[in-house]
């Protein structure tokens, strides 16, 4: 009879269909696995010294380096190298009953995966079997090669280096109790805000300790050795501890070498069964005397140091992702799956100390599996400036704000170079600055909700963290230093329109100081970034909001504020500025996408439209207004508000996000707004918000007005002119265009 037939007779358990090589017991098999070491009805092992419960820890990295490398090589593609070497510490986590882990390491995706298999969660999305595992790695509609917001039982994506961080010290702010690990690869340690925003965060946030940093210390980044793998021990805790972290704990697999391996770094799958073992036990107590750390108010992180690749193909970079010659005919595959093969029976009590980890499976008992309760808003205290008057829309919105804060003290506003800067000292009035300075001359409070550290990526990332674990945030910036932050933005606005959940829509108001920031010249004029707003308003769940005024920019805000599952960029200025619409035009106006701010009564040339993204932008195109009406035109100013409403339904992508949105402007109305003989498309900053209208405008002439570079200025009107932003260019152009 062959060991296949044999095994046969034994009890395979039906998740393992697909599984190509299984192993003989390990010594000891019977008398450490004769049942799960998670007892039934409880969340997590009882003695992490138990030598049942270190080797079924063990039992699990194995199923899990298996699965992952199996799963890998069914497509020739994917990573399996760096999750491989964190194998232990993810085990230990959930045998210690932690299973709220978020990463940092987008290429530790198919660990996530093998996780979320062995624990049922993927059998949400139909994959059952290892088959199923290998049939819907990496294509549409299944497990794609980095996480993303869709997967069962996973609580955040994970993308680029440096994000994962947020995600855990948000989780960690909105549920005090609950430990939040996440996994950080050394080779994102290269990206110098890892580190950076945890310490800003510890020092506004000092008991806000469940959050567990855990390096995956393994010497290599993506194709070379990693920039701290020269560090020693002492050296690395010391960089861990200059940061502000009261413990760091770091088990080195080198300590537990009887194989002699050379260099700082090993792989612990060649020790011993006996040094394994040891090894895996010094990590379960580690990582249980971390948590406790972390969760009793302690800053700690823990350390996992040994080789990358670990128990999969090869090691070093090379055993970072899979190319199309590592398929799992080829024999490297083949000796690296053998090497990790179990037992069936070993396979079964892995799937049940999955199963009774944290509660259950993660997709029942994940923080994010279930919608946070928000704190009831009422009726925002809207103040309606009168036609004509001026105020500073900033200041408008930022009430508004204030506002917000005191009704739901979860919130949170960020921002980096301050809302005084930005014409919102309101908010700091109301909500307080969260500092452990209490000074009232700045607004200094330890308990503030404004979050301020001067990084617009920790800005952005606790902000977009909270929107996405189910709270409302606020992130406020200047747009010329937006994109210093908008990665994580469109990490977790991709993410939002996957989820199966709702969840308030990540809300940012950029002070638009390309017009208003002329004497600090062009390193604060930088409206370019409007542009990559606008190319995502295509995605389904992007949405660029121009409020022309100060009664539009709270109709914006609370727009943003009520909405879920969406991006929402809002762009303002600081400046007092004339008010256009009434409150209830501007809400008009931000729901239909755009609103007739002027319209002549006469004319004898012919007809100009003028679409308008933008509020400062207004001032010359009223006053090319008042030079064509002397010339005979008649001239409609129409203030483009909300851009994704006038695209056509078949340029977004609205059917295939969460919380989808159909509404958009039909032909008659947006030809009642835009026909014309001349249609001029006037930004203060780049074009592309005006895309929309210039597809679908069937003025007999058309051309676009927009920012083109910027350079130290006196004045907006002088930045303006530089630009050719005037009154009298708009003007002489109509009239070449007109013939």
Sequence with gaps: MSAQATLTKRAIPAYCEGIQYYGEPWPGFDRHAARPAIAEGRKAIANPSDPDAVFQTLLMADALRYVTLQMCGAKGSGHPGGFASSAEAYAALVMLGHTNIVTEVGHHAPGFYSAMFLDTSLEEMGI??????????????????????????????????????????????????????????????????????????????????????????NGYSQEHHSMVSRLSNDEMIAYWA???????????AKSFDDSGQEGAYVDSSRFSLKQRLAFTQAVLEGMDYAAKSALSGKLTAFILKQLKGTGVHTLGAKSHNLYPADT???????????????????WAIVRENFVRAGGGPAVKTVVTERVLDLAPLGKLPFHDYAKGEKAVPATAMGALVAYVGKQDKRFVVTNADGNEASAMKNINDAL?????????????????????????????????????????????????????GWPIVQTVTQAMAELRRRTPSI?????????????????HQR??????????????????????????????YDYATNSFNKGMVIIASKSPLPVYLSLEEARDAVEKGAAILYE????????????????????????????LEAAGWRVRIVAVVNP???????????????????????????????DADVLLAVSGGPSASLEPVLLRTRAKARDTFAWKRGETTASPAEIMDYNGLTAEAMAKRVQALAG
């Design 128 to 217: 059952k079997t290892m088959a199923d595992m290998m049939a819907r790695f990496r294509e549409k509609h299944g497990l794609l090669g980095h996480l993303s917001g869709a997967i069962p039982g996973l609580l955040a994506p994970a993308g680029p280096l440096g994000q994962g961080q947020h995600f855990a010290m948000a989780g960690a702010l909105l549920h005090p109790d609950v430990l939040f690990p996440v996994t950080i690869g050394d080779g994102g340690m290269g990206e110098p805000y890892v580190l950076n925003s945890m310490m800003h965060f510890h020092t506004a946030y000092p008991n806000v300790t469940n959050f567990l940093p855990t390096l995956i210390w």
């Design 242 to 252: 200059g940061h502000g972290f009261d413990e760091v704990v770091l088990v080195d």
């Design 328 to 346: 799992l005919d080829k024999p490297h595959m083949i000796e690296g799956l053998k090497r990790r093969a179990l037992n069936p029976e070993a």
């Design 432 to 484: 307080k600055i969260r500092h452990p300075t209490v000074d009232p001359l700045y607004n200094q409070e330890p308990t503030g909700q404004v979050y301020e550290p001067l990084n617009e990526d920790a800005c952005a990332g606790l902000a977009a963290g909270l929107a996405l674990f189910g709270s409302r945030a606020l992130w406020l910036s200047y747009e010329s230093f937006a994109i210093n």
């Design 507 to 523: 809300v940012c108001m950029f002070t638009a100081g390309a017009l208003e920031q002329g004497r600090n010249g062009w390193t």
């Design 527 to 556: 409206p370019e970034i409007e542009n990559y707003f606008a190319a995502q308003m295509r995605n389904g769940n992007v949405y660029l909001l121009f409020p022309c005024d100060a009664n539009a920019i709270q109709a914006a």
């Design 600 to 627: 002549s009564k006469a004319g004898t040339k012919g007809s100009v439209v003028f679409a308008v993204t933008g509020d400062m932008v207004l001032l010359p195109v009223f006053e090319a207004k008042d030079k």
């Design 644 to 674: 994704r409403r006038l695209y056509r339904p078949t340029d977004i992508s609205w059917d295939t996000v969460s919380e989808p949105d159909n509404a958009f402007m039909d032909d008659a109305h947006f030809n009642a707004l835009f």
